[in-house]
């Protein structure tokens, strides 16, 4: 299981370039938001003390991200190890789009060097006001502290702190966007909806995410896919595919590999689901200019495997470029 999804067939997710950039830049200016608040026994003998020996510490359950989803309820979820992507193009792609620039200016908190992992998870793509985001940082406690502060200075209205939720707790508005940011442990931060906030003591005691399967940096899922990933600009999954997958894999070359996987209701159906997939993702990713099309980047073909489609395409750095600059134009400032 990837990302804390289950529903018997793996991890599930999807997308495609042109992924409605104005609504999914409220996800990562909220992911911004949590970016900048960042046992002895003794053993007694009948005539003398035995020595006091150290008891190994139960692992810590990792068991964040199915937390996060029992709370949000969640259907579609993002897992990145960050770790993983530091140093890599696509890296610093995205700290050139300085989506969270505002909000980390001034706080000492860099989230391509401070970030390990981070979860996202909500009911489906439309519904970003009630994602619940965990994320594992390796911020000392003063800069941790630092980095609430200033978040708590840019709260509009001014920041409330939360009593009574069994952990440091901290409502704040930032750009129109309420939001609880919780310490539920030294090295783990919730942020979870105003309606949510009794819940954060729940991952007090987390042990966070699961180690990656694979080489993967990122894992997406979604179950019901054709209900959760339903949005204007994203590709239309049919009814029949029960869940999707998406593994990102990055290169040393710079260039990343997507890995797409669902199960579909028979071979037969599968075969009809990926070309159905395919076509739609060739007209997220492309334009019409007069009457030439233009794409973004080679097709993405999806293939029937029995009652499975897959897709694995890889996307050049050149590739990433020219979806970086669409998405850099596109989104609102």
Not at 31 to 36: D, E, I, K
Not at 42 to 70: D, F, H, I
Request: proline share 8%.
């Amino acid at each position: 299981m990837r990302g804390g999804c289950d529903d018997g067939s793996g991890p599930d997710g999807g997308g495609g370039a042109r992924l409605g950039v104005r609504r999914g830049s409220a996800w990562l200016l909220t992911l911004g938001c949590a970016l900048s608040a960042l046992s002895m026994v003794a053993c007694g003998g009948a005539a003398t003390p035995a020595a006091e020996v150290p008891v190994a510490e139960a692992p810590r359950p990792r068991n964040a991200a199915a937390l996060a989803q029992e709370i949000a309820g969640g259907k579609v979820s993002v897992l990145v190890y960050a770790e993983r992507a530091r140093g890599h193009a696509l890296a610093a792609q995205l700290a050139r789009m300085n989506l969270w620039g505002p909000l980390l200016d001034g706080t000492g908190i860099d989230p391509e060097k401070n970030l390990l992992r981070a979860f996202v998870t909500a009911p489906s793509l439309r519904a970003e006001r009630e994602a619940v985001i965990v994320l594992e940082h390796d911020l000392t406690p003063e800069k941790l502290q630092a980095g609430l502060d200033t978040l708590k200075g840019r709260s509009n209205p001014p920041a409330v702190e939360l009593e009574g939720l069994g952990v440091p707790a901290t409502q704040v508005t930032i750009q129109g966007h309420t939001r609880v940011v919780a310490v539920v442990e030294p090295s783990f931060l919730v942020v979870l909806p105003e309606s949510k906030a009794k819940l954060a003591k729940r991952f007090v005691g987390t042990g966070g995410f699961p180690d990656p399967e694979g080489p993967e940096a990122a894992v997406a899922t979604a179950l019901e896919p054709a209900k959760t990933l339903r949005m204007q600009y994203v590709p239309r999954v049919p009814e029949t595919v029960r869940s999707l997958s998406l593994d990102v894999v990055l290169d040393k070359s710079g260039a990343v590999d997507l890995l797409f996987d669902g199960p579909s209701e028979s071979p037969e159906q599968a075969r009809s689901d990926a070309a159905e997939l395919t076509e739609g993702v060739d007209r997220a990713t492309s334009y019409k200019v007069a009457i030439l099309k233009i794409r973004l980047f080679d097709p993405i073909v999806f293939t029937a495997e029995a009652d499975r489609v897959k897709a694995k395409r890889r996307l050049t750095p050149k590739e990433i470029d020219q979806l970086f600059g669409l998405l850099s134009a596109l989104t609102p400032r």
